[in-house]
């Protein structure tokens, strides 16, 4: 084998230019409302704000961990992550895929027993937020999609100082007047889409600002790799990418999961998935 010296774990995290694996604790999920004093939650980190102090909490107590590449694995996260309707459901995410990225945790010593672990705080009003977030502009997304232009210009207003866009309740700046497209706007018409795809790259863009750093895995490959800091920003990163046209996510028949197909002509998520879906069709056809 060509790289028989590489370390097999680096060569599974990379994808392209990108490198990211993320921990998935292993334990119970659970909703817990104590307040942050309550559960003993440290002062906030770097990337954290008064957001993360919130409660309630998801937490999780924790003794082990596994690692997972959503990058090379699961492509089409963010369209999982989009599928989350209530707490359950982010419950469920997170014991499936790790938390966000906004954790904190304290130890969990007991003196007279051995046992100790982690507990893994994260919270629920920031998943919420980040959700929304993310629902509003794959909203945006799946009407340009399909093209669904009069709903989408619907959603624009032309002022004398630009074009906005209205989602979810929020009136956005696009672009200025005198920027190149609010000039193309009111000499050739409007043009919604272009405004629309604008908005949601640029707002995406500003998602991932600041949460991605090259670095270099000399053992492997001798390049620089791109790090996404944390689970929400991969998820970013995915969005882009289905943009792009790099992730096309499609809905497994089998078992109703997101998946990328990405260069073979899968139906499925899995070959469990084509069986199940192969049997319901031999359940369908007239016996006899
Ligand atoms: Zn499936």
């Not at 107590?61 to 982010?90: E, Q, V």
């Not at 209205?166 to 672009?175: C, F, G, H, P, T």
């Amino acid at each position: 084998m060509k790289h028989s010296h590489i370390s097999p774990f680096l060569k599974e995290i990379v994808s392209d230019r990108y490198a990211f694996f993320w921990e998935v604790p292993e334990g119970k999920f659970s909703i817990c409302r104590k307040t942050a004093t309550r559960l003993q939650v440290s002062t906030p980190g770097a990337r954290l704000d008064k957001m993360d102090e919130a409660s309630p909490f998801i937490v999780c107590k924790t003794t082990g961990k596994r690692y997972y590449a959503p990058l090379r694995k699961n492509p089409a996260l963010h369209r999982m992550f989009c599928s989350i309707t209530d707490d359950s459901g982010m419950l469920k995410f997170a014991s499936n895929y790790g938390l966000l990225g906004f954790t904190r945790y304290h130890e969990i010593r007991r003196h007279n027993r051995q046992m100790s672990g982690k507990l893994l705080i994260e919270s629920a009003p920031r998943w919420r937020y980040e959700l929304a977030e993310m629902k509003r502009l794959m909203y945006l997304w799946e009407i340009l999609k399909n093209r669904r232009y009069s709903l989408l210009a619907a959603l624009m207003e032309y002022e004398e100082d630009g074009i906005y866009i209205i989602l979810n309740k929020r009136r956005d700046l696009v672009a200025t007047a005198d920027s190149d497209l609010g000039r193309r706007w009111t000499h050739l018409g409007e043009k919604p889409q272009e405004a629309a795809l604008l908005y949601l790259t640029n707002s995406i863009n500003a998602k991932i600002r600041g949460g991605i750093y090259p670095r270099a895995l000399p053992t492997y490959k001798k390049r620089l790799y791109l790090f996404p800091d944390n689970l929400l920003t991969a998820m970013w990163l995915m969005f882009l990418w289905e943009i792009i046209g790099e992730v096309r996510p499609y809905l497994c028949p089998g078992c109703n999961n997101w998946f990328d197909p990405r260069r073979s002509t899968r139906k499925t998520c899995s070959d469990r998935c084509r069986k199940r879906i192969s049997r319901r069709k031999g359940k369908l056809k007239p016996s006899g």
